[in-house]
RNA sequence: GUGGGAGUAGCUCAACUGGCAGAGCACCGGACUGUGGCUCCGGACGUUGUGGGUUCGAUUCCCAUCUCCCACCCCA
């Protein structure tokens, strides 16, 4: 048997209402917003990431999907077709390997799976100008992303964020302190939308490059003497990526990270205000916040304001999502100055937190209708197609069931109403309507068939 | 990538020291030819994750491998 390959799965019914429900309350909050939707490819060249998200994280380094693009090719090589020229599938690998260019051709091109979708909007930024639209762009995006880690519960190979950036020339306001606690209200706004109870953001200001740079040899320094006495993880991290270190969850280390100076005491003037101005709005509009300056991110774009929101009840993987300004990534990219913010949310995690109140959002047809007996299927059809045209969620039998099967299924699937097609309703022109909660049935005519199928409850 | 646990019917789980692979729920049909939920009767349910090995005989013991779960790591 074939199976979904590891770290992916298949979303059924009725669970995809449950993502359905995320997606369209994300869509609708972001729309009060003014974000709009943006989909940028999946695969997308491998140095995009590597110049973004950084060549040294775990992303990039050990978690990417990615692979060498095929030199150019013969077409016909590649395919074989059948005697009328279909093609039926791809050339034996001998055929192909014979038709890679020779010598000459050294232009190799990488491609990837996306790991995450920052990169790819500020891509299409810079490639599309957007910085020549009005404002700040505000943009959304929904989709998988790919990251080959091992999988667990809350971790997938093949996993779905919703995200949003807000992104634009410092002139347009894309700097503003007002941005970054416009896009923070609005999650509280979406989480407390979907339901999701006790959630936490925990923020931090991570600085710009200037304050990083400064820190991080203070970091490297203040290690230095102390790195022996920690544990083997750390004093890997001290050496690959001093910011990590604030991770380690081993008791015995914490004393001694207590001590290590602290990215707030090496902020600038402008971070430190921008972060207290970020902190003002935000208790203004009266979003609860709890400041951790040990928090760090992955992702080396990452500036100034970095924030997470967490939930319990989700085991090791507690972020719902997470997210920051990154005021430099798009010079990194080749682009005009665009300091911007955003964030990703984990869909399969919000997906987990709200499973327990899952159950009432499925959305079981209106009206079965039962065809009874030879000939009855057309009627059947006909009435089908006029209610459905009235907005009327209807599922259909078949006129070889038996009537008691219709009802039964009628009845399993969920059905508010089972309507009988039969012989003497079609004489009559009024028709069999059965209230499935209640059991009382009516003869109606079938002009007031979608009325009373939409009046719905009362019987 | 590292360490640990688990894989048996669609689902939840049984099967003693190695001896015919089972139950409940769900599914299908009948009792009941145009009236569901209740009841009764019947049916289909499976290469015991996969591949090897030991054995007269393996769901059970051994090896390998795959997948999921937990933790680490990392992140959403």
């Known amino acids: 048997m074939i199976k979904a390959i590891r770290g992916t799965r298949d979303l059924l019914p009725p669970e995809t209402a449950l993502w359905n429900f995320v997606e369209s309350t994300a869509r609708e909050v972001f729309r009060t917003y003014n974000f709009q939707e943006i989909r940028t490819p999946i695969i997308e060249e491998l140095q995009l990431f590597q110049r973004s998200v950084g060549e040294e994280t775990d992303i990039v380094s050990k978690e990417m999907f990615s692979w060498e693009d095929r030199p150019s090719l013969k077409r016909e090589a590649y395919e074989v077709k059948s005697p009328e020229g279909t093609i039926v599938g791809p050339a034996p690998a001998e055929a192909r390997a014979e038709t890679k260019t020779p010598a000459g051709s050294t232009q190799r091109t990488y491609l990837a799976l996306r790991p995450e979708n920052t990169a790819?909007?500020?891509?299409?930024?810079?490639?599309?100008?957007?910085?020549?639209?009005?404002?700040?762009?505000?943009?959304?995006?929904?989709?998988?992303?790919?990251?080959?880690?091992?999988?667990?519960?809350?971790?997938?190979?093949?996993?779905?964020?919703?995200?949003?950036?807000?992104?634009?020339?410092?002139t347009a306001g894309s700097e503003s302190p007002l941005r970054d606690a416009e896009v923070l209200?609005?999650?509280?706004?979406?989480?407390?939308?979907?339901?999701?109870?006790?959630?936490?953001?925990?923020?931090?200001?991570?600085?710009?490059?200037?304050?990083?740079?400064?820190?991080?040899?203070?970091?490297?320094?203040?290690?230095?003497?102390?790195?022996?006495?920690?544990?083997?993880?750390?004093?890997?991290?001290?050496?690959?990526?001093?910011?990590?270190?604030?991770?380690?969850?081993?008791?015995?280390?914490?004393?001694?990270?207590?001590?290590?100076?602290?990215?707030?005491?090496?902020?600038?003037?402008?971070?430190?205000?921008?972060?207290?101005?970020?902190?003002?709005?935000?208790?203004?509009?009266?979003?609860?916040?709890?400041?951790?300056?040990?928090?760090?991110?992955?992702?080396?774009?990452?500036?100034?304001?970095?924030?997470?929101?967490?939930?319990?009840?989700?085991?090791?993987?507690?972020?719902?999502?997470?997210?920051?300004?990154?005021?430099?990534?798009?010079e990194a990219l080749g682009g005009p100055q665009a300091p911007g913010i955003g964030f990703a949310i984990g869909e399969d995690r919000v997906v987990l937190a709200l499973q327990e109140t899952a159950g009432q959002l499925a959305k079981p047809a209106d009206v079965y209708i039962a065809p009874l007996g030879a000939g009855m299927n057309r009627e059947a059809a006909r009435l089908a197609r006029e209610l459905r045209?009235?907005?009327?969620?209807?599922?259909?039998?078949?006129?070889?069931?038996?009537?008691?099967?219709?009802?039964?299924?009628?009845?399993?699937?969920?059905?508010?109403?089972?309507?009988?097609?039969?012989?003497?309703?079609?004489?009559?022109?009024?028709?069999?309507?059965?209230?499935?909660?209640?059991?009382?049935?009516?003869?109606?005519?079938?002009s007031e068939l979608a009325g009373r199928i939409q009046s719905g409850e009362q019987k």
């Open 389 to 446: 045209q009235a907005g009327i969620v209807v599922d259909l039998g078949d006129e070889s069931f038996r009537l008691k099967k219709s009802l039964e299924t009628a009845s399993k699937l969920g059905a508010r109403f089972a309507l009988i097609v039969g012989e003497n309703e079609v004489q009559g022109g009024t028709f069999a309507l059965k209230h499935l909660g209640t059991g009382q049935q009516q003869s109606v005519p079938r």
């Open 120 to 170: 790819g909007v500020v891509r299409a930024y810079i490639e599309h100008k957007l910085w020549d639209r009005p404002g700040v762009q505000k943009l959304y995006y929904i989709g998988p992303q790919f990251r080959r880690e091992r999988p667990q519960k809350g971790r997938y190979r093949q996993f779905y964020q919703i995200g949003a950036e807000a992104i634009g020339p410092p």
């Open 185 to 330: 209200e609005m999650l509280a706004t979406l989480l407390d939308r979907l339901g999701i109870k006790n959630w936490t953001l925990e923020l931090n200001s991570v600085g710009c490059a200037n304050d990083r740079a400064s820190y991080d040899a203070a970091l490297r320094q203040a290690l230095e003497p102390v790195k022996a006495r920690m544990c083997a993880d750390c004093q890997r991290r001290a050496v690959t990526n001093p910011l990590r270190v604030f991770d380690c969850k081993v008791p015995e280390d914490q004393p001694i990270i207590e001590k290590l100076p602290r990215i707030s005491q090496y902020l600038d003037e402008p971070c430190r205000q921008h972060f207290s101005a970020v902190q003002e709005v935000l208790k203004a509009v009266g979003v609860p916040f709890m400041l951790n300056d040990r928090l760090v991110r992955g992702l080396d774009y990452y500036t100034r304001t970095a924030f997470e929101f967490t939930h319990g009840a989700l085991g090791a993987q507690n972020a719902i999502l997470g997210g920051g300004r990154y005021d430099g990534l798009s």
